[in-house]
């Protein structure tokens, strides 16, 4: 008999069930080798839209593709086993109908094998979101600052520095609570509005750029990394990757010139 114990992955109601509690800890991820390190620490790992800026150098989300976010989605179920993985629908998968969002969800989760689907919009998006969630896909909303509503918004703009706005906000994430979101993301709005937010919910919030007050965190890997060139202000950097990996290039370059490399005798000895 096998004494193996087998680690099972996070479910989504395991995520809800969280609201008011612990901390929820959460990074993005976009490849198998980073996403091993990230499911050492998260409850969930995003394989966010954000990878069209952040791996393939666009100005936005808007123009990301199903397939990409597929192809990334199964790299990073590939590379984890405990963390639930949660993966971003593009923009123009799920927006025009609930059958539609459905058909690509569904696509998504078989062939991927993520835990559940990330989708942008409040209360424009609950009738697909409730839709999704009685026929079995787990959905995590997102409210605030919506990136691929980009050109609609006019830009990556703060939420909520006029009060009298906030109202929209809290009734988008009340809309998409009640229509069976098991999370929400909370993105770039400011802090007493994520603590009224994080209040009018009975799911968790999981902020980036919102302040503390909400249930759980989320931040982009590459920024907390300090890989990108530029970093958000409300993002903490943990790392210097960008230089790390320049002086390592930089060296690599010389020891070529230079013809510094182990000889055959020390590789093959
Ligand atoms: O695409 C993404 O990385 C996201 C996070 C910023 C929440 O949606």
């Not at 990074?27 to 998260?42: E, G, N, P």
């Not at 919009?121 to 787990?138: C, N, Q, S, V, W």
């Not at 300090?226 to 790392?239: A, C, E, I, Q, S």
């Amino acid at each position: 008999m096998s004494s193996q114990t087998q680690v099972r992955r996070t479910t989504a109601p395991q995520i809800a069930a969280r609201k008011g509690g612990e901390p929820i800890v959460s990074l993005t991820s976009y490849h198998a080798h980073t996403a091993a390190i990230v499911d050492k620490y998260a409850d969930f790992i995003l394989v966010g839209d954000s990878l069209g800026m952040v791996m393939h150098g666009m100005d936005s989300t808007v123009g990301v593709p199903l397939d990409l976010m597929i192809m990334h989605g199964k790299a990073v179920v590939r590379g984890t086993k405990q963390a639930l993985i949660v993966v971003d629908m593009p923009f123009g998968t799920y927006e025009e109908s609930p059958s539609v969002a459905f058909r690509n969800a569904a696509r998504i989760m078989k062939d991927t094998g993520c835990g559940a689907v990330k989708l942008e919009g409040g209360a424009r998006m609950a009738e697909t979101i409730r839709f999704l969630a009685d026929r079995g896909i787990p959905v995590m909303a997102h409210v605030g600052l919506t990136p691929q509503s980009v050109n609609t918004m006019g830009g990556f703009k703060v939420q909520g520095r006029d009060e009298a706005a906030w109202q929209v906000h809290i009734d988008d994430a009340r809309a998409v609570a009640e229509a069976g979101a098991f999370a929400v993301v909370v993105e770039g709005v400011v802090e007493d509005l994520a603590d009224r937010i994080t209040e009018a919910v009975e799911i968790p919030t999981i902020g980036i750029g919102a302040s503390a007050r909400c249930d759980g965190q989320i931040l982009v890997l590459e920024d907390m990394l300090g890989l990108n060139p530029w970093t958000p202000k409300f993002v903490k950097v943990y790392g210097q990757l960008g230089p790390m990996i320049e002086d390592s290039v930089k060296r690599y370059a010389q020891d070529v010139k230079d013809r510094a490399f182990p000889t055959e005798d020390e590789v093959y000895r």
